[in-house]
């Protein structure tokens, strides 16, 4: 069985830099603060040792190992993979599949990877990484199961969802037929979370640790800057209830976790069945508390955020974007102005956290309508706010649309490195790298230098630059001081090893 001895590996720091590789999310630790837990390496786990694999899962990122490090952990257990396999990024291909290659050129195993860069950009990714022997296209878990089946790579054929590369001279790369979608989602397994240090992901303000449960897969919208509806469809697909607030209690009773990452584009979409899932959890009594991603414009009804109060409910990420309508409607966001500013009065009557995160720099954007958004979110007055550059991810409507208006310069377009928000890659109606980089930082000043909003939340800053002082140097420099952001170009031969905690 070709996955009698599966490797199932986060890939290490990039220059030194933590990624999260989770789903459709592929940033940077300074983002959020934190590099997520990876819950997709932890399900199929769960999944292969079902069907009979001897499993290792190893996150070389959270516990900064180098690969170096990796091999020789794997050598004193005398594990010799004869699979690998791990998940990757737009902006770490190169660099993981570099890391990933040495193990593979040491264990002589075919390796194989998932991610929005496989989902989306399959062909393409396939041609940047000659080592690579195949990639999961979608959703990965059936596809990994019925690899590490096979007798061989011979049977690479019969698996629908992989993008893989002949065996022949020529290395061609046969495409895949269908997109993946894991048909036990609703029944899942317990994530072998028993495999992972979870002291490593910690969160930030409270610097404790946290898991990922995931609620339901597919997105019914259709901004074209997101990756989610390729990677998992449009379908909305949701766990039942009692089996979350299962899945929640076991992990609370026997792990000790407190906090809870609702993991789904968008949790609380249908208010019906989250209702119930609210219901079961309060009926519990778990002393636990979560938090995940929602849209403003399911959460204007004042009675149901404060359930997702009475629930647990600490915080939650809204994507507004941008103050202009014209911006949201080339993005295909169809946001309400009036619902967003429901959705930030009502999380604030329910003492719920609010996270907005806004976009700068989409086609059709301007200095004016940024400037205009930077004040709508000093308006709206969420507890935290992130500002972003818009990035054109392959596969998307955004990266069509800026290669057809000739907003993306073709050395850009081939640079997967600076596909992350630290860069801001278009160039043309005005806005530059230079001009919009500026403006993101100008408007992190605007927000969060403000007297009140520093009387109000000074516990929280001064919680965040304790529990991630690295994190809230690098922020604070950049928009303080303007430090170049360091770069994400290669894999570095040597790295920290010690297994420090990484929190969020």
């Not at 169809?334 to 003492?351: C, H, S, T, V």
């Not at 990035?391 to 997967?416: F, H, I, M, Q, S």
Request: aromatic share 10%.
């Amino acid at each position: 069985m070709l996955g009698r001895k599966t490797l199932l590996i986060n890939p290490p720091l990039v220059n030194g830099i933590a990624f999260t590789r989770q789903g459709r999310c592929q940033e940077r630790e300074e983002v959020l603060g934190t590099t997520k837990p990876p819950y997709t390496l932890a399900v199929l786990a769960s999944l292969l040792t079902q069907v009979g694999c001897d499993v290792r899962l190893i996150d070389a990122t959270a516990e900064r190992l180098t690969i170096e490090a990796v091999i020789a952990r794997l050598d004193q257990e005398a594990f010799v993979p004869s699979l690998i396999v791990f998940p990757s990024t737009t902006p770490t291909l190169d660099a993981d599949v570099e890391a990933m290659g040495r193990l593979k050129a040491r264990s002589g195993a075919p390796m194989f990877c998932f991610g929005p860069h496989a989902s989306t950009a399959p062909v393409m990714s396939m041609a940047r990484v000659a080592d690579v022997d195949g990639m999961f296209v979608g959703e990965p878990e059936d596809g990994i199961v019925q690899l590490a089946q096979l007798d061989g790579i011979d049977g690479l054929t019969n698996i629908p969802s992989l993008t893989w590369r002949s065996p022949g001279p020529d290395g061609a790369v046969v495409p895949h037929r269908a997109q993946g979608q894991f048909a036990g989602f609703l029944s899942m397994p317990y994530p072998a979370w028993h495999l992972l240090s979870l002291q490593d992901y910690r969160l930030p303000l409270v610097n404790k640790p946290y898991v990922i449960v995931e609620t339901s897969r597919g997105c019914p919208y259709s901004c074209d800057f997101c990756v989610a509806p390729i990677h998992q469809g449009h379908k909305f697909r949701e766990r039942p209830a009692t089996e979350l607030v299962d899945e929640i209690e076991r992990t609370h009773r026997e792990l000790g976790i407190e906090f809870f990452y609702l993991w789904g584009d968008t949790v609380t979409l249908n208010v019906k069945s989250f209702s119930a899932f609210c219901d079961e959890l309060i009926a519990r009594k778990l002393p636990i508390q979560w938090f995940g991603n929602a849209r403003a414009d399911n959460l204007t009804d004042p009675a149901f955020v404060h359930r997702l109060k009475r629930a647990g409910c600490w915080m939650l990420a809204l994507g507004v974007e941008s103050e202009s309508d014209d911006v949201r409607k080339n993005m295909v966001k169809r946001l309400e102005r009036e619902k967003i500013q429901a959705a930030f009065r009502n999380m604030r009557d329910a003492g719920i956290r609010s996270f907005a995160f806004f976009i700068f720099g989409y086609p059709g954007d301007n200095l004016f309508a940024i400037e205009q958004t930077v004040a709508y979110a000093i308006e709206i007055d969420p507890d935290f706010a992130n500002f972003y550059p818009a990035v054109p991810y392959p596969g998307t409507g955004l990266y069509e649309k800026c290669v057809r208006e000739g907003l993306l310069p073709a050395e850009a377009a081939d640079d997967w490195t600076r596909m992350e928000y630290s860069y801001y890659m278009l160039d043309g109606n005005g806005l530059n790298q230079r001009v919009v980089m500026d403006a993101v930082n100008r408007a992190k000043r605007r927000f969060f230098l403000r007297p009140g909003y520093f009387v109000r939340h000074f516990g929280d800053l001064t919680r965040l630059a304790m529990t991630k002082q690295s994190v809230a140097w690098q922020i604070l420099s950049r928009t303080l001081f303007g430090t170049k952001q360091v770069e994400a170009r290669t894999a570095p031969s040597v790295r920290e090893t010690s297994a420090e905690p990484h929190s969020m």
